[in-house]
């Protein structure tokens, strides 16, 4: 099997005269944190949506844990997890529930539903509001909640679309600990977000400009390529090149 866990060649959307991903190429290693970063309008969502299976490219090829993009949509989405900011548990179930409803979906088997429900809940700490509805807990707890659904069925690689989103940075910082725990067991995470200074957790990152990668490669590559200090600095001086 191949250790990538990501590979994309010229993969393309259009929707009519206007193209929203313009030939991005980039793959991502087994086990690797890869940052997806953006202006909102970048490509970004586009692009991922169609690495999940949700939306069929106009060109160019991708393999997602193995499975090809364009026939195999069904078995990506068996085989990854995916966190999104807008939607992620049901706010009027408890987080037990929450763990059993998300475990059936990804067809887990009783017993494996009952032994990662008490896993999760005993790692995030939340035996005591296990039967309380979602809506009641901190944003924090939810966060890292969605997480660990996503997580539920042992996926290879997860999706994460700005995870952090909104939370304070001492749960901001948990929240990476969890992440670094994934992929230190092997899962692949790629994640967006607008906090540049998370940027500066990942192995690498891609900055997408106007449907494009823009640039490419670890932190500190990108900082000596381009002569910035920060990776705030370059994505000024990408996604804003008349404010640099």
């Not at 920060?230 to 994505?235: A, K, P, T, Y």
Request: glycine share 10%; hydrophobic share 40%; net charge neutral.
């Amino acid at each position: 099997m191949s250790d990538k866990a990501i590979d994309v060649k010229e993969l393309t959307r259009t929707f009519g005269s206007f193209t929203a991903v313009d030939h991005i190429s980039f793959d991502v290693t087994s086990g690797e944190v890869f940052g997806f970063l953006g202006a909102n309008g970048a490509g970004k969502t586009t692009a991922i949506r169609m690495l999940i299976g949700l939306l069929e490219p106009s060109a160019g090829t991708a393999r997602v844990a193995g499975y090809d993009v364009y026939k195999e949509s069904e078995a990506i989405k068996r085989n990854i997890g995916y966190m999104s900011q807008r939607f992620s548990l049901y706010e009027d179930l408890t987080p037990r529930e929450n763990i059993r409803l998300y475990g059936g979906i990804y067809g887990l088997t009783l017993k494996q539903i009952r032994e990662r429900t008490d896993r999760v809940l005993t790692r995030l700490g939340l035996g005591r509001v296990a039967d309380d509805q979602v809506r009641s807990l901190p944003l924090g707890w939810r966060q890292k909640l969605a997480f660990s659904v996503a997580l539920i069925h042992e996926p290879r690689i997860v999706f994460l679309d700005e995870p952090t989103s909104g939370v304070d940075p001492v749960t901001r910082r948990q929240f990476w600990e969890l992440i670094y725990e994934a992929a230190a067991a092997g899962t692949t995470v790629l994640v967006t977000t607008h906090y540049m200074d998370e940027a500066e957790y990942c192995d690498r990152i891609s900055i997408m400009v106007a449907g494009r990668i823009g640039a490419i490669g670890t932190p500190a590559e990108l900082k000596q390529q381009f002569g910035v200090a920060s990776i705030d600095e370059l994505f000024v001086k990408l996604a804003r090149p008349g404010a640099a």
